[in-house]
């Protein structure tokens, strides 16, 4: 898998089975809080041209971890730049798609389309789990879990999302749900330019339909689609539907432009 070195530092990201050239056809995945690019599995499968990075800190990235959406926008620019990305399409997950949000508000002439997947204006975390993931990680991930996912999901896929905190352990998810808790996008948001499209599982518990429903509404050039039967990790259980969904909307851009 490759890496790339900007500065001192060294970052891994993931390519799928299509080209993966820099242009304007190229989506960027990027993950959630606490997590890495193994949740685009099911996406980078896909014989499409994407990248998934590691965000720093994350996975096999170096750090150090960044405590705010807007240094990670920063660092997205930085990492686009080394790879000679001049227009591209971007998606992002939940924390990641925060990420995307505040990148398409700083460098919209970069932002071909949105993809903006179990993400809000401004989420709320309580402040009980904030404290569970400080004394106890174990349970933090365990409630992670039960909340993430719909009720019937393979145990597979979450014992998946289960390995992958533990593998990045409670600073990085702790130092996440921070740089997310502090993002509110409602002041600006309807000011993006960016053709823009929201998704969410029907069954989402971390971000609900009403969060995506807001944020859709709040954005004139945004497009809203619910993925039945799915939640939070919409694009680990049910990946057929939120690739069709992201298929037909980076097409219909590409045929409009």
Known sequence: MPHIT??????????????????????????GSGGDSSVWEKQLSENIPMIAPDLPGHGQSDGPLHASVKDYALWLDAFT???????FFLAGHSLGGAIAQ??????????????LAGTSAHSIFA???????????????????????APGTAD???AQGSEMLARNGPETLYSDLRAYKAFNSRPWVASLSVPVLVLCGSEDRITPPADAEELSGLMPQARLKIIPGAGHMAMMEAP?????????????LKADS
């Open 6 to 31: 900007i500065g001192a530092a060294r970052y891994f990201y993931r390519t799928s089975k299509g080209k993966t050239a820099a242009g304007r056809n190229l989506l960027i995945l990027l993950h």
């Open 81 to 87: 730049r080394a790879l000679e990305m001049k227009q």
């Open 102 to 115: 505040e990148f398409s508000r700083a460098f919209p002439h970069k932002v071909a389309g949105s993809i």
């Open 127 to 149: 402040a009980a789990y904030l404290k569970m993931l400080r004394h106890d990680f174990s349970a933090a991930v365990k409630a992670s879990c039960l909340a993430a996912y």
């Open 156 to 158: 597979a896929v979450s």
């Open 240 to 252: 057929r539907e939120f690739n069709e969904a992201v298929r037909k909307f980076i097409k219909k």
